[in-house]
């Protein structure tokens, strides 16, 4: 098994920057891809972006490519999405995933076996 625990979320404004972080523990840290999703309200959860073993591997959705950045410090256990030029749009409870194999599209729900509980971030304009 493996938790995932999130924190960093808050309220901030258009243009500003935060930076989420996902701690885990369990089974070996650096064995799973990692991911970050989020759902706004109302809608479904969405893929934000995914970041390999490694950390040499990282994909992004379009709506945040070159404005949000993962990392992942294997050490600590633990990931983190940077979120630069925040817009409201970008308004959603944030979803620390692991994935515990390869199978299925990382960019899906489906593919992942562990979740955390979610942080709200708020972007006002």
């Known amino acids: 098994q493996v938790q995932l625990v999130e924190s960093g979320g808050g309220l901030v404004q258009a243009g500003d920057s935060l930076r989420l972080s996902c701690a885990a523990s369990g089974r070996t840290f650096s064995m799973y891809g990692m991911a970050w999703f989020r759902q706004p309200p109302g809608k479904e959860r969405e893929f934000v972006g995914f970041i390999g073993w490694s950390g040499a591997n990282t994909d992004y959705a379009d709506s945040v490519k070159g404005r949000f950045t993962i990392s992942r410090d294997n050490a600590k256990n633990t990931v983190y999405l940077q979120m630069n030029s925040l817009k409201p749009e970008d308004t959603a409870v944030y979803y620390c995933?692991?994935?515990?194999?390869?199978?299925?599209?990382?960019?899906?729900?489906?593919?992942?076996?562990?979740w955390g509980q979610g942080t709200q971030v708020t972007v006002s304009s």
């Open positions: 995933a692991g994935r515990g194999s390869a199978s299925g599209p990382y960019t899906r729900v489906s593919g992942y076996d562990y």
